[in-house]
């Protein structure tokens, strides 16, 4: 597979910062459609990630965001292959992963981006490996 990130991913990614209020982070992806926002800091660089799982959290919604959001966010640059995503997605059971250039967030993949690819069918299908037959004697 040749697919770059950048070929697929969201390049219109919508971020916010740990200040923003949780109603401000749930009206959002709510008005976009969108199931995780990147929470940025003041020089673009991911601090965090808030997913749908965590906007569903009871909080009160004047809360900062900070308060939700997921600390440990995965990046990666959108020049690397979309099977790195892939992996990172299936090691960690995850289905968003930001994207980064120069450590700033450009967009986000999703698994929903990955299934795109395979339905359109814009893959190589790997050969299964040869099974060596026993011969009898």
């Given at each position: 597979m040749?697919?770059?990130i ?24 709510e008005r ?9 800091g003041?020089d673009?660089?991911?601090?965090g ?13 004047e ?8 600390e ?5 640059p ?5 099977s790195?995503a892939?992996?990172?997605?299936r090691?960690?059971k ?14 986000i ?6 299934l795109r ?5 814009r ?7 040869a ?7």
């Open positions: 040749n697919v770059k950048a070929d697929l991913m969201a390049k219109r990614v919508i971020t916010a910062q740990p200040h923003h209020s949780v109603d401000h982070i749930r009206g959002i992806m976009n459609r969108i199931h995780a926002v990147p929470i940025v003041p673009g660089e991911a601090e990630i808030v997913t749908t799982a965590d906007a569903a959290r009871k909080l009160k919604g809360s900062p965001v900070k308060r939700i959001m997921s440990r966010v995965f990046c990666v959108a020049y690397n292959d979309v790195k892939a992996r990172i997605m090691k960690h995850i289905h968003h992963v930001v994207v980064t250039h120069e450590k700033k967030v450009v967009g993949i999703s698994s929903f981006d990955l690819l395979v339905e359109g069918h893959f190589a299908m790997k050969q299964a490996p099974t060596q037959r026993k011969r009898s004697r």
